[in-house]
């Protein structure tokens, strides 16, 4: 029997970017307030999973770090008994000013959703000319020992393919875990003009640098390799993941 022992979840739907790919040009119908699931009853089914075998919790959003009162969510999650490790998954814009906070509250690591290095890309992918300010949030993250620090690339033909060589050279100077994520065909925005398989990524890498393949470096589904100080991740996504991980998704 596979055991289960992480869960991810998502404390809101809303989201301060507008990533094409992701939220279509006139937004989305929000869940209402009322339908969203208080802390309080997040933390109640929380300690249930944890007496049922979960011992580390990802807060995912839409961006959670937009919810109010998260920094407060973050502290109770992290002094439930069963519950070893909290983490948060964010796309960097509010991080500089919550990075302190969140690490004082008991977060662990944190993951960091970046498609692109490029100022103008980053403006044309988000809708935001805010790359700066992502930058900044990891570096903030690093310095209070959110550590390690992960960034997750959705790699896409055509967009953003022509920076994972700069990717991988500001990963390994910074001391960064870079994930490359697959397009993921779950939205009515997926386009297959854009998909660029896994497999792809892994020869553009490996022609660059020699990879070598280490064990996982954490609970999700990247397959990890090394290069001198660079890990990199490959997270295929046009197969069902979940199959041959242990995590379970709570949507609130």
């Known amino acids: 029997m596979r055991k289960i022992d992480y869960l991810r979840i998502s404390v809101t739907d809303r ?20 339908e969203v699931l208080s802390f309080e009853e997040i933390l109640r089914l929380v300690k249930i999973f944890g007496e ?15 919810r109010k009162g998260i920094i407060n969510l973050v502290k109770s999650i992290s002094k439930i008994r069963e519950i070893e ?52 949030g990891i570096e903030k993250a690093k310095e209070v020992g959110l550590l ?3 960034l ?16 991988l050279l500001y990963a390994g100077g910074n ?11 779950v939205t009515p925005l997926w386009n297959k003009d854009y998909f660029l398989s896994i497999e792809e990524v892994k020869e553009i890498c490996a022609r660059n640098f020699k990879l070598t393949k280490i064990p996982l470096f954490g609970p ?13 991740g490959f997270i ?10 242990n995590r379970l998704r709570l949507t609130s």
């Open 15 to 34: 989201c301060n970017m507008r990533c094409f790919y992701c939220m279509p040009a006139e937004g989305i119908e929000t869940v209402p307030p009322s």
């Open 52 to 66: 049922l075998g979960i011992k580390r919790v990802r807060l995912t959003g839409g961006e959670p770090l937009v």
């Open 85 to 136: 490790e909290v983490s948060l998954t964010t796309n960097g814009l509010l991080l500089e000013h919550f990075a302190a906070d969140l690490k004082s509250a008991g977060l662990r690591r944190i993951n960091v959703s970046l498609d692109t290095l490029k100022a103008d890309r980053f403006k044309m992918i988000t809708g935001f000319d805010n790359l700066s300010m992502v930058l900044k």
């Open 148 to 150: 390690p620090v992960k």
């Open 152 to 167: 997750n690339t959705v790699l896409m033909k055509g967009i953003n393919d022509d920076g994972i060589i700069d990717f």
């Open 175 to 185: 001391d960064l875990v870079l994930r490359f994520i697959e397009f993921m065909p």
């Open 220 to 232: 999700g589904p990247a397959e990890y390799y090394q290069w001198e100080d660079l890990v990199v």
């Open 236 to 245: 295929k996504t046009s197969r069902d993941n979940c199959c041959s991980c």
